[in-house]
């Protein structure tokens, strides 16, 4: 079953723009991670955020995480062409028993336009 | 370093048939996980596997089963295929322990059943 909603489920920018995508899950989390999928290929990991954490940042992207509110944020500074792609949120579980299970949201389709 | 390889790539089936698909994962992981993807239920856990014992299974029917090798490569079988199987079959692979870090997945093992 899906863990929650992402908003927007899609999204349409001109390159240089920002990109922000929030997912919002129902359960506790160890942590929460960003992926990326390019048209219907394998997922490549963006970022991981841990729910002690509150943001972080790697490149171009900033994450958010409020526990209390069971919500993320991504955010893409200066959008490339290259970032069109659809991006998932996905939550592991706290209690330590997860050892490969991500729950997945729905994800954001992302087209940013040259 | 290889990432993980999942074949095949690309399979038709009829009703009624079965299929095993494959992984292998990253050199030195020990934990693989498969995800089923579609367009209407989008990314849905099936199981996973750390040191050849099953740890979590997804909600499937018993026609959705896997195991995993000493060498940690892994095979999931779906039998008596039904239309509705027809998705994108995903592999993911990560580092040892509980509390599911960064995975590698795969291209993928696209099924269709007609």
């Known amino acids: 079953s899906q863990q929650g909603e992402e908003d927007p489920q899609a999204l349409s920018i001109q390159e240089g723009e920002n990109a922000t995508m929030n997912c919002s899950y129902k359960t506790s989390i160890n942590n929460l991670q960003w992926y990326r999928q390019n048209s219907g290929r394998g997922l490549v990991h963006l970022i991981l955020?841990?729910?002690?954490?509150r943001e972080k940042h790697s490149g171009r992207l900033r994450v958010t995480l409020d526990t209390s509110k069971k919500s993320s944020s991504l955010l893409i500074t200066a959008s490339r062409a290259a970032d069109t792609a659809s991006y998932f949120c996905?939550?592991?579980?706290?209690?330590?028993?997860?050892?490969?299970?991500?729950?997945f949201g729905q994800g954001t389709i992302l087209t940013v336009h040259p | 370093k290889a990432g993980v390889t999942q074949t095949p790539r690309y399979l038709i089936k009829t009703r009624g048939q079965q299929v095993t698909l494959s992984c292998s994962p990253i050199s030195g992981h020990r934990s693989v996980s498969w995800y089923q993807q579609t367009p209407g239920q989008g990314l849905q856990f099936l199981f996973e596997?750390?040191?050849?014992?099953?740890?979590n299974k997804g909600n499937f029917p018993g026609r959705f089963s896997g195991r995993q090798f000493s060498n940690s490569r892994s095979e999931m079988n779906v039998s008596t295929l039904e239309l509705g199987d027809s998705a994108l079959y995903l592999c993911a692979s990560g580092l040892a322990g509980p509390n599911t870090g960064e995975l590698f997945f795969g291209e993928g093992s696209r099924l269709t059943v007609l």
């Open positions: 596997y750390f040191s050849e014992t099953q740890r």
């Open positions: 996905a939550t592991v579980d706290a209690g330590g028993t997860s050892y490969g299970k991500l729950t």
């Open positions: 955020i841990r729910s002690n954490e």
